[in-house]
């Protein structure tokens, strides 16, 4: 049996005291798993196994990739915590990074995983108008019969709007996040708990239907609708795979793109009380509940309609042959076995407010990556100046809010960026470097793995456990890289995702140099900040 060896150490990063950024330790460990679960996003991540993974994988297993990507993300939620307990800044994956592999690499990285993150949170937005609120609206208004309903939902879809409505949430969330951090918690609470009270009747009434499914589906969609979808999918080029075929593709990329989010207190880990006990709890704690609601939702919804018909709904819902309506969204199929107008309202209230937690936590994560850029001289200091009274790095959300701006046009008004399978392959690829650089710091930098806390010093026989898992990850993240490319899936990658990829790499590399540069000429001797985990 493998022994476990965890040696204690007084050279401890951590503690309660507030970090030489400026940004006090404030966060609970509650406070922190609120924040994961809100940047795993339940109305969004919930929502994409039925609306198009099941497309882009037909005869998948939900259940099972669902596990599989459950217990990857686990994995993978401990390595990237231990980044943050090991240094316990901001942008702690790009602090380990850059220190123990290089500082041009871990910046690149780092410049990549902030840019794709203000990308996200721009289609976020976008998503709000363009999917999610027409949906909802359509939900509530089939359930009620309201033609005026329907023409509501039609009328949010339209470009203009779209960018209208994202831009006006947009601003809000920014004043939301230069607030003093109080006023950001309570809204992440009220909104994790609307979301897990949806979820909630969701799940009962797929667990209690009152009607079957088909007939259910006929009665919203028309007559025959439901015997027709399987058909029309398979007309237009759907084609079932073995099973096992898609298991393991389908664990690896669902698990990572669902679960993103899950490892988020790493970014702000300068601001929580006690990282040691605080980063690894709100990761798999975030992981467990979302994993254990969208499972179950699988589990019961799969009782009620084939695979293979959901599959089809999916593949109709993305393929530009198909120009009738579609209905691919979980809280619909409730809806179909067991009609509510209350569960109805609940979820469009609940799921938008959710949507607006997950902007909130990617203005909040990105921006602090900014401030440890600051920090190390990368960026001018004001970047990452924090205000006396609010306790916030305004200027470095309002550069983050301005970028998502940008995403947000592209979105809404031209439909880039929109492929989650381009997202999946720019993140995995970001993280690459966080990954091999916590696989191999106990041996390259091992006295900063030795005044590590205890809990990222435990290890197995005498192999460090930071060393296993962020093996794991790096192959885990390696893997996501290449399938895109291998194996079919959805609309592939495209050559906007590649030229993107190439011109990210390239301009966070000569940023670097080229600031790094100025700075030296101005006296500023960044080098000596890449020397230390820490800044006294």
């Known amino acids: 049996m493998a022994e476990i060896d ?3 150490t007084t050279g401890s990063l951590s503690g309660t005291q507030d970090n030489p950024q400026g940004l006090p330790r404030h966060i609970s460990t509650f406070t922190t798993i609120t924040f994961a679960l809100a940047c795993v996003g339940l109305a969004t991540s919930g929502t994409l196994p039925y609306s198009s993974f099941l497309g882009i994988w037909p005869g998948v297993n939900l259940v099972v990739v669902l596990v599989i990507g459950v217990v990857l993300s686990l994995i993978h939620g401990y390595t990237f915590s231990m980044m943050g307990v090991i240094a316990p800044r901001s942008g702690a994956d790009y602090v380990v990074a850059s220190r123990v592999l290089s500082a041009p690499v871990g910046f ?12 996200l949170a721009g289609t976020a937005l976008a998503y709000l108008s363009d999917s999610l609120l027409p949906s909802l609206l359509r939900n509530i208004g089939m359930v009620v019969e309201s033609n005026g309903m329907l023409a509501a939902a039609e009328s949010l ?12 949430v947009a601003v809000i969330i920014f004043g939301i996040c230069i607030l003093p951090p109080k006023v950001m918690e309570i809204i992440t609470k009220i909104g994790l708990f609307g979301g897990l009270v949806a979820w909630g009747a969701i799940l009962i009434q797929l667990a209690v239907p009152v009607v079957s499914f088909s007939s259910g589906w006929d009665r919203y969609m028309g007559s025959q609708s439901y015997a027709e979808r399987f ?5 237009l080029g759907m084609e079932i795979q073995p099973t096992e075929n898609w298991l393991v593709y389908g664990g690896l990329l669902i698990g990572f793109s669902l679960f993103f989010g899950n490892w988020i207190s790493t970014y702000f880990a300068g601001e929580v009380k006690r990282p040691e006990r605080t980063l690894l709890a709100s990761s798999w704690t975030s992981t467990l509940v979302s994993g254990g609601l969208f499972i179950a939702a699988a589990a019961l919804l799969q009782r009620l309609a084939p695979l293979n018909w959901l599959a089809a709904e999916s593949f109709l819902y ?6 009738g309506l579609t209905m691919p969204w979980i809280y619909f199929y409730a809806n179909v076995v067991s009609p509510s107008v209350i569960v109805s309202a609940l979820v469009f209230f609940a799921f938008a407010l959710l949507v607006i937690n997950l902007v909130q936590m990617q203005f909040l994560y990105t921006s602090r990556i900014l401030v440890a850029w600051a920090d190390d001289g990368m960026l001018p200091a004001m970047v990452g100046m924090i205000h006396p009274n609010l306790k916030s790095p305004i200027l470095a959300v309002l550069i983050v809010a301005s970028i998502s701006l940008v995403s947000l046009l592209a979105s809404g008004l031209m439909g880039a960026t929109n492929n989650p399978i381009e997202f999946i392959l ?19 930098r091992p006295s900063w793995f030795e005044a590590a806390p205890k ?7 005498p192999v460090p456990l930071v060393t296993v898992t962020g093996l794991i990850s790096f192959i885990y993240l390696l893997a996501v890289c290449v399938l895109p490319f291998v194996v079919p899936m959805g609309k592939g990658v495209g050559q906007f995702a590649i030229i993107l990829l190439v011109g990210i790499v390239l301009s966070g590399v000569a940023w670097f140099f080229l600031f790094r540069r100025h700075q030296m000429k101005s006296g500023v001797r960044v080098d000596e900040h890449f020397r230390s985990l820490t800044r006294q």
């Open 6 to 8: 965890a040696r204690s």
């Open 108 to 119: 690149a990285a780092s410049w990549g995983t902030m840019l794709v993150g203000v990308l």
């Open 157 to 168: 879809e339209k470009p203009e709007t779209v960018v209208l409505v994202g831009a006006v």
């Open 231 to 235: 058909v029309r999918a398979t007309n």
């Open 318 to 323: 993305q393929s530009e042959g198909f120009e």
């Open 426 to 444: 720019l993140l995995a690829i970001f993280q690459l470097p966080p990954a091999l650089a916590i696989t191999v710091m106990p041996f390259v």
């Open 455 to 461: 809990i990222a010093r435990l290890k197995i026989g």
